[in-house]
C-alpha cells in the first residue's frame, strides 16, 4: 500500500515511540510526500526536538531513518494538480493543497493523516491510525 504522508503523522513519530512510528516503519508500507514537508520540519525541529525529549544526536538519526522510508516528491511533479487541490481546500485549510496535490497527483491509495478537515474533501481516500492499524492487523490503542 502507497500513502501520501501528512505532516502530523511525521511529527507525531518523531516525537514519540508509538504505533504511530511503528506503522511508518512497516515494510509493508510505501510512504510519499511533497518536498514540502523538509520545509515544515525545518521550520519546527526545535519544537519537536524538545517535545521527543531526545538529544539531538539521536533525534537526527531517528530522523534520517524515519526519511528512508519516504519518497520525496518534488513541488515541479505535483504542480499540474496543485491548482485543483487549492480550489478543493480553499475554504477548508489552504496550506494542506499540497499534501492533497500529491495524492491527487501520484499513484497512492490514500492520504494518512488525523487532521479531520481532510475528511471535508472526497478527491481522495482518507486514512486515519486506527484504519491502518486495522489493516495491518496491530492491536487497537
Known sequence: MRLVLDANRLFAALIKDSVVRKILFNPSLEFISP???LIEL??????????????????D???QSVFENIIIVPLEE???CYKRAREIMKDIDPDDAVFLAISICSPNDGIWTEDA?????????????????E???MKKR
Open 35 to 37: 518536498d514540502y514537508i
Open 42 to 59: 525545518s521550520n519546527h525541529k526545535d519544537e519537536l526536538l524538545k517535545k521527543s525529549k531526545l538529544p539531538e544526536d539521536e533525534f
Open 61 to 63: 538519526i531517528l530522523f
Open 78 to 80: 505535483i504542480k499540474p
Open 117 to 133: 478537515h481532510f475528511e471535508k474533501q472526497d478527491a481522495v481516500k482518507v486514512w486515519k491510525t486506527n484504519e491502518l492499524m
Open 135 to 137: 489493516v495491518l492487523g
